[in-house]
């Protein structure tokens, strides 16, 4: 009989071909902007945008941030690149029996402060205890709602000024060739500070995690004009995102390794460890695609916040076969596959 493998949570391939095989399947269809098959960030439900994560970060608290810190941002993320506001989060807390209250209120602090960062309140929740063994220490459910935000209209009215738009959020399906892809600044640092930490490798001295709340920077960009779709590059990192735009926009995407922003660290690091830097989790990075003609004001709008200060053009679309073409360094091209899965698990 086939069993539960960690892949089929990993956030590459194998976990999309599970979740369409196993989970997405046994559920009603429903009809919506943004419905459960369209497997985007957050689904829209009557115009109201829906999301929710689970977290099993180990270990709970590390460099830059902490399991309560991904809980909340990563919720926060996933409704704001729909192009949402974020306006109330749920969280189910499910601890082990025989944890330190003094973690607890540490994450919980954490939760509560992360939260009033980003001016999200806490609205409901659930708490519940299992036995010693059952669960690793601690796992946090959040959710979240929320509305249109104020500059979405705007903001497509602008991108429709130049071409057509075909959905009304900020969608993986959305792109259409000649739009520009941006980065909103250093990617890999959450995985990478994470796995170092847990295996003890040394590198989490100048490499911290990135978790944080993009709901700011976000509603920035969407103010300037012309985004067209947007995605938080969590598991399975730069490599998944692009790729999964491809095949649900259709499109091929051309990007140049040069302009990718990567601290040395993390390259050094990645090259040691023998991982890519691209497939890895970030929890505090946007990738956004806009029109071509409004890119400079995006990029410079996502660079006035502190959040977006390293952002960066990194590529663009193409008409062409649903596939990501990597432009090297030294001048050749290739094909940046889908992971298959994240290579660092358990960093979310
Ligand atoms: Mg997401």
Redesign the pocket.
């Known amino acids: 009989m086939s069993k539960v493998i960690m892949n089929h949570g990993a956030g590459g391939e194998i976990m999309q071909e599970f979740l369409s095989r196993h989970i997405v399947s046994h559920f009603q269809k429903s009809k919506s902007d943004v419905p459960l098959d369209s497997m985007?960030?957050?689904a829209v439900v009557d115009d109201i945008v829906f999301?929710i994560d689970g977290h099993t970060v180990n270990p709970l608290i590390f460099p830059g941030g902490d399991i309560g810190r991904i809980s909340v941002s990563?919720t926060v993320?996933?409704i704001s690149?729909m192009g949402a506001t974020p306006i109330a989060l749920a969280c189910s807390v499910i601890l082990e029996e025989g944890l330190d209250i003094e973690v607890v209120d540490k994450i919980m602090g954490s939760m509560g402060a992360t939260s009033r960062e980003c001016g999200v309140p806490i609205v409901t929740g659930d708490t519940k205890v299992m036995e010693t063994g059952a669960i690793d220490k601690m796992i946090i459910s959040t959710s979240a709602i929320g509305r249109r935000s104020e500059f979405l209209d705007g903001n497509f009215l602008t991108a429709s000024e130049y071409r057509k738009v075909k959905d009304r959020w900020c969608t993986d399906a959305n792109l259409a060739p000649g739009d520009v892809i941006i980065a909103s600044g250093y990617l890999g640092d959450h995985g990478v500070a994470l796995l170092s930490f847990r295996e003890g490798y040394g590198f989490e001295s100048e490499i911290h995690s990135d978790v944080a709340p993009l709901n700011g920077m976000i509603a920035k960009g969407l103010k300037s004009g012309g985004i067209v779709s947007m995605?938080?590059?969590?598991r399975g990192g730069l490599a998944n995102t692009l790729n999964e735009w491809c095949s649900k926009s259709h499109v091929e995407i051309e990007v140049e390794q040069a302009s990718i922003p990567l601290r040395d660290g993390v390259v050094s690091a990645c090259d040691l460890l023998g991982i890519d830097p691209l497939s890895i989790g970030n929890e505090g990075k946007a990738i956004i695609g806009c029109v071509p003609e409004m890119a400079g004001e995006v990029l410079a709008a996502v660079r006035s916040t502190p959040e977006g200060r390293d952002a960066s053009i990194i590529g663009i679309v193409r008409e062409g076969r649903e596939r990501v073409i990597l432009k090297t360094e030294v001048g050749g091209k290739r094909v940046l596959e889908p992971p298959s899965g994240d290579p660092v698990p358990r960093i979310c």
């Not at 995605?231 to 969590?234: A, G, I, L, R, V």
């Open positions: 985007d960030d957050s999301t990563g993320n996933d690149v995605k938080d590059p969590t």
